[in-house]
């Protein structure tokens, strides 16, 4: 690719052009000339283009078929898939995509260049103005998808998403199927396709809770899809295009279950496969419950992969003959599987996935990776994909209020999938989208690049809020997703969520049991430090940067500190519930002059942990530690031997150490293993790999680490003693090591 811009670069001096730089000043008309033949998202995305330069120019873009233009766009095939090129050649602006999609995003990456936020809508990131916007003669900008696929998945908007975008077109309820709770219509779709594109993405799974009107059952949503070239798709529960947990009580019929009512289930989904044949849609293959359950109707091992064997078939079978197509076109139809939960063991228990689907895999629904693709899966036509969490519902705890995802964690993990082969498609959970805009955009920016840039979170903040303001912003955010990465704000109760004693639902617990009265102060200094530089840093934000602010920064600091406060602080804790409510009402009410009424809830599900606790219910935490802390570490895989120190009292035999641990899986093997000596002494094995849902893997999840607890002699003539932990399996991540 370097090779390719060099040569563009030198072509344009070998033609003798002459040095004149790309100038637009503001008022003056600019045209864009488009190719012909080219799909619709070129041409919205050139809509786009026009609008931000009116917002940030005061120019008027006229697109034009032919003549003389300022700004060139064309197709050049040879190009890396939806890749594009940008050259500015003798006054001019030439735009070069590998296809449409390239030439929508080379297209809006001017967008970009005169500072349009992806976020102008969804963060109220209002576009700043320019007196003139000029790229110097010779400017080359190249740029090429990492992932093929990169999406989103709407999910668990039940709180958030779906009623305040009811609220935004009640007419999307006036459907075929008749009304329901709430619909997620073409207007709001369309906002969301405005993301994406903005984002460089090009996937969408819709939401589909039983609260939300199905996707396919709202006109204008498809016609939407198409204009913003998006490949509509679905997630491991939602096979063939259709939401069963929404749409199966609408037209299916019986049960939905392929051991006795094979033919409905069937009919089911050939309706939609001829209601979508026009469509770009990316077919997930499989089959689970009708919501977020296991497959209905099959006990044993032996009946779910029969099963589920058979469902792959028909559905193979289905798509090539309801879309009229050989064996071979049907190869290059996207389809996707999902070994999710309970569909992972099947999956290893033997199940045969068609060698040109991908198999997409996922996260533990709490940002760690459960399996990489090994060297068989890797050599796949269809090639792997992931399914990403920085949104969750469910056991242990959900966390649906604010976006606590660590940017560390999700960093980290992505770049391992990617170093490891996981390329072709990728989705990630957005919850209600709100408040998830900076883990959103790195997910897409990762997805993009299959790299994280050392600085982009400072350059997010830059963007957003300007260099010096931004740079102080970051600075405060990194802060806060190091308390979030300790603890969820959502977890400070030490309750669950869905376990069979009920009584972890609502009685408040510790929110580690490893936390004293100094951690706990120190989190509660830490919170009040962001609590006030936030206020500080709101007297510095330019007015049209107010809201967004508040919806990126000072809502989730401040609502995660009085969630600090409302369980670590006896004489606060009513006084912190009703400050999140005034917070709250503010971000729906208030905020951008109440445009996101009904959008944040403070209470998602009404869990317990949202609710209002008194001083006799809180905790009491102990006053020292049984350990002292000997080493730290940055988390990165551990890859050679790892040496540190400890001090004893003079003559003692024995050392016993507190590993901590970062809760990820395996890779490429059954096993997380390393071993630990102490002055030379024999090494002991120590191995810390968990399983789905067991008790340790909820453990490990709710306070953020892995733990394990050793006794090794050591030299009682020293006092000062050597410590060497040796890696034996990939992905050993240690947090830190204490002493008894």
Excluded at 48 to 63: E, N, Q, R, Y
Aim: net charge negative; charged share 25%.
């Amino acid at each position: 690719m370097k090779r390719f811009v060099t040569l563009l670069i030198l072509s344009a001096f070998l033609l003798g052009l002459s040095a004149k730089d790309f100038v637009i000043k503001r008022g003056a008309d600019v045209k864009l000339i488009l190719p012909e033949g080219i799909k619709p998202v070129a041409v919205t995305a050139a809509d786009m283009l026009a609008s931000d330069m009116g917002k940030v120019l005061g120019s008027k873009m006229v697109i034009v078929q032919k003549g003389g233009a300022e700004i060139i766009c064309e197709i050049d095939a040879t190009l890396p898939h939806e890749g594009f090129v940008l050259i500015v050649n003798n006054g001019k602006l030439h735009i070069t995509g590998a296809d449409s999609h390239g030439l929508a995003y080379g297209i809006l990456e001017v967008s970009r260049l005169l500072g349009v936020s992806p976020w102008e809508y969804w963060a109220d990131c209002t576009p700043h103005t320019l007196s003139e916007f000029q790229l110097p003669d010779g400017y080359s900008n190249v740029q090429h998808p990492a992932v093929a696929y990169r999406g989103i998945f709407i999910n668990d908007e039940d709180w958030g998403l779906n009623p305040w975008a009811t609220k935004q077109e009640p007419e999307a309820f006036t459907l075929k199927q008749g009304r329901i709770k709430g619909a997620i219509g073409p207007k709001v779709n369309e906002k969301i396709f405005q993301l994406l594109l903005r984002l460089r993405a090009n996937y969408y799974w819709p939401a589909m809770h039983e609260c939300s009107q199905p996707f396919y059952t709202i006109e204008g949503n498809r016609e939407v899809a198409k204009k913003y070239g998006i490949y509509l798709g679905g997630s491991h529960c939602e096979p063939m295009a259709t939401s069963p947990a929404a749409e199966w009580g609408i037209r299916g019929k019986g049960d939905y279950n392929y051991v006795t009512n094979r033919p409905a289930v069937q009919d089911f989904w050939r309706e939609r496969i001829d209601e979508v044949k026009d469509q770009e849609v990316v077919y997930t293959l499989g089959m689970r419950g009708v919501h977020d359950g296991a497959m209905q109707g099959v006990k044993t091992n032996e009946d779910k992969l029969k099963y589920l064997q058979m469902v792959i078939n028909d559905q193979r079978n289905m798509l090539k003959y309801r879309l009229g197509i050989t064996q071979d076109a049907l190869t290059k139809i996207p389809q996707v599987f999902v070994p999710y939960k309970e569909v992972l063991d099947i999956y290893k228990s033997g199940l045969q996935v068609p060698d040109d689907v991908t198999l997409m895999w996922t996260d533990d629904n709490y940002g760690y990776i459960r399996h990489y693709p090994d060297s068989v899966e890797l050599a796949r036509k269809g090639g792997n994909g992931l399914y990403y969490h920085i949104s969750y519902w469910g056991r242990p705890h959900d966390y649906l209020w604010l976006n606590s995802m660590p940017p560390q964690v999700i960093t980290n993990e992505l770049m391992e999938g990617y170093r490891r082969g996981i390329q072709k498609m990728w989705v990630v959970n957005v919850g209600d989208i709100k408040p998830s805009e900076y883990q959103t955009e790195l997910f897409m920016d990762i997805a993009w690049k299959g790299i994280s840039e050392d600085d982009w979170y400072e350059k997010f903040f830059v963007r957003e809020f300007g260099d010096d303001l931004g740079k102080k912003v970051a600075s405060l955010m990194q802060k806060h997703f190091e308390l979030m990465n300790q603890c969820k704000p959502e977890f400070m109760g030490g309750t669950r969520t869905e376990e069979a004693d009920k009584t972890y639902w609502n009685t408040i617990h510790k929110a580690n049991e490893d936390w004293t009265l100094a951690d706990v102060d120190a989190r509660i200094k830490a919170y009040e430090s962001l609590s006030d530089e936030v206020e500080k840093l709101s007297s510095e934000v330019p007015l049209d940067r107010k809201d967004a602010f508040f919806e990126m920064v000072k809502y989730p600091v401040q609502g995660a500190a009085q969630m600090t406060f409302k369980f670590l602080c006896p004489e606060r804790c009513e006084t912190a519930y009703d400050s999140i409510q005034s917070l709250t009402h503010i971000y729906n009410k208030v905020c951008a002059d109440g445009k996101w009424d009904g959008i944040m809830s403070a209470s998602p599900r009404n869990l317990s942990v949202f609710g209002k606790v008194s001083a006799s219910q809180l905790p009491v935490y102990p006053e020292k530690s049984e350990w002292q802390l000997v080493a730290t570490s940055n988390g990165g895989e551990i890859s050679t031997p790892m040496e540190f120190t400890c001090k004893t009292q003079s003559g003692a035999k024995i050392v016993t150490l507190q590993f901590r641990l970062f809760p990820n899986h395996p890779i490429n093997s059954d096993r997380l293993a390393f071993s630990v000596s102490v002055d030379g002494n024999a090494p002991k094995v120590i191995e810390y790999q968990t399983y789905d849902r067991s008790e340790e893997w909820k453990q490990n999840v709710l306070r953020g680490y892995a733990k394990r607890i050793i006794t090794l002699p050591s030299d009682d003539s020293r006092t000062e003693h050597r410590i060497l932990l040796t890696p034996l399996t990939n992905g050993v991540k240690l947090k830190s090591v204490w002493m008894k």
